[in-house]
């Protein structure tokens, strides 16, 4: 009587050759990779923070509220007005100090209470890049209490000019977000 052997499957031998190539395309690839996603991340973070700065001026014109945009050297807060023009950007029902930046859990509560949205937003997803004052060499760190703000009319147009910096530590990437009186936003 005969054995008849079951020719299916894959040897040791096979398996080793397969890891053996896919080590040396890991071991070529892993660098480009680690090198492109610094970039890309910063690249995120300015996508993002226009986004909500986009995002601020269509609220204003959706809502014919101001709306107000505040940044810190960790994050930015948008904050809903409760007027179409002068808006009271103080904490409510008191109305006795500007809100801090970053809002504290109270602030945030008082604003919601009021019937004001109130979204915070902290880089926390992107490592190494924080927001400053302008892109010297190094970059101007946002000082407490002199923090940038824009607030937006219900026709898309900011009560004043100014500019916010994006930088990202260890490298030399740094953006500028200049806003306009007409409500325009431009990158450099």
Known sequence: MQM??????ITLMEVMVT???VGIVASIAMPAYLS???GYVYRGAVSRIRGDIDNAKMKAVETRNQWRIMFCGSGYQLIEGDKPRNSRWTVPPAYTANPSCPMSAAEI??????GRRVIIRDLTDFPQVRLT???NSPPTAIASGS???????PRGTATS?????VAMSGRN???TFTISTAGRILIQ
């Open 173 to 175: 990437d740094c953006s």
């Open 109 to 114: 509560a008082a604003f919601r209470a009021a």
């Open 36 to 38: 492109w996603k610094p």
């Open 161 to 165: 000019s100014g500019s916010v910096s």
């Open 19 to 21: 890891l053996a190539i």
């Open 147 to 153: 923090e940038p703000w824009f607030t937006f009319l």
């Open 133 to 135: 004052a302008d892109c």
């Open 4 to 9: 008849v052997r079951n020719q299916h499957g």
